[in-house]
């Protein structure tokens, strides 16, 4: 049974939201602001974290930042319904998906089940396909898919379960073009529609998390209104 952090200051949320995951089959912990999730998660983390932005003590921004210095979990934002600045700011700090309020509880259960499933895959060595298991090795670049481990010029990077996927399907193909459907394709269920600036979002984490091991890193290529591509050394 997975463990799903729910941290809200909206109590109707809290427990409606925890209602439906329970009755899902999930186990629910909910916090109504950020310092009393982060307590928590440093005493025991969850499988999963739900986060609203707009939280007293500590908000779901800071709570985030904290989350990624040791541990990349699956998160996903709640976010206002009109706040393009939150989803973006929120996706580039290491967010794997955003839901905007208000919301179908629903979508918000597949949204978790899809990168729960994702997040297996990667952590199992039954779930992926033998493509997808096996070692990728591109000049300075090394993939492990079973240990989700990356390697860039003998630098450990640490990569949430969204952009691992994304790095690995540019990899598999040095040189071919990914369009954006093509790599939410990867990185998202046939049932979960993300826009554009999602992937663009991802991309850019990426390529941060790449340079801060080595700042030349240029390896990921954008071609404007087509996708990226992947070019080796």
């Given at each position: 049974m997975?463990?799903?952090a729910?941290?809200?200051d909206?109590?109707?949320?809290l427990?409606?939201v925890s209602?439906?995951l329970?009755?899902?089959g999930?186990?629910?912990e909910?916090?109504?602001?950020g310092?009393?999730?982060l307590?928590?998660?440093?005493?025991?983390?969850?499988d999963?974290a739900v986060?609203d932005?707009?939280?007293?003590?500590?908000d779901g921004m800071?709570?985030?930042?904290r989350?990624?210095?040791?541990?990349?979990m699956p998160?996903?934002?709640l976010?206002s319904?009109?706040?393009?600045?939150?989803e973006?700011?929120?996706l580039?700090m290491g967010?794997?998906?955003y839901v905007?309020k208000p919301f179908?509880?629903r979508l918000?259960?597949?949204r978790?089940?899809?990168?729960l499933?994702?997040?297996e895959?990667?952590?199992?060595?039954?779930g992926?396909?033998?493509?997808?298991?096996?070692i990728i090795?591109?000049g300075s670049?090394?993939m492990?898919p079973?240990?989700?481990a990356?390697?860039?010029?003998?630098k450990d990077?640490s990569?949430?379960v969204?952009e691992?996927?994304?790095?690995q399907?540019?990899?598999?193909?040095?040189?071919f073009?990914?369009s954006r459907d093509?790599?939410?394709?990867?990185?998202?269920?046939?049932?979960?529609y993300?826009?554009d600036?999602t992937?663009?979002?991802?991309?850019?984490?990426?390529?941060?998390?790449?340079?801060?091991?080595d700042?030349?890193?240029s390896a990921?290529e954008t071609?404007y209104?087509i996708?990226y591509?992947?070019?080796?050394?």
């Amino acid at each position: 049974m997975s463990r799903i952090a729910l941290v809200d200051d909206d109590r109707n949320i809290l427990t409606s939201v925890s209602m439906t995951l329970e009755a899902e089959g999930f186990e629910v912990e909910t916090y109504n602001d950020g310092q009393s999730a982060l307590e928590a998660f440093n005493r025991r983390l969850p499988d999963m974290a739900v986060l609203d932005i707009k939280m007293p003590r500590m908000d779901g921004m800071d709570l985030l930042q904290r989350v990624r210095q040791k541990t990349n979990m699956p998160v996903i934002f709640l976010t206002s319904k009109d706040d393009e600045i939150d989803e973006v700011l929120g996706l580039r700090m290491g967010a794997d998906d955003y839901v905007k309020k208000p919301f179908s509880q629903r979508l918000l259960v597949e949204r978790i089940r899809a990168l729960l499933r994702r997040q297996e895959a990667i952590a199992s060595d039954d779930g992926p396909a033998p493509e997808e298991s096996k070692i990728i090795e591109r000049g300075s670049l090394t993939m492990d898919p079973l240990r989700h481990a990356v390697v860039w010029r003998g630098k450990d990077v640490s990569l949430t379960v969204t952009e691992f996927l994304l790095l690995q399907a540019l990899a598999q193909r040095p040189g071919f073009v990914k369009s954006r459907d093509q790599l939410m394709d990867v990185a998202y269920d046939d049932q979960v529609y993300v826009d554009d600036r999602t992937i663009d979002s991802h991309i850019k984490r990426l390529r941060k998390k790449m340079r801060q091991a080595d700042p030349e890193f240029s390896a990921i290529e954008t071609l404007y209104g087509i996708g990226y591509r992947y070019n080796e050394e």
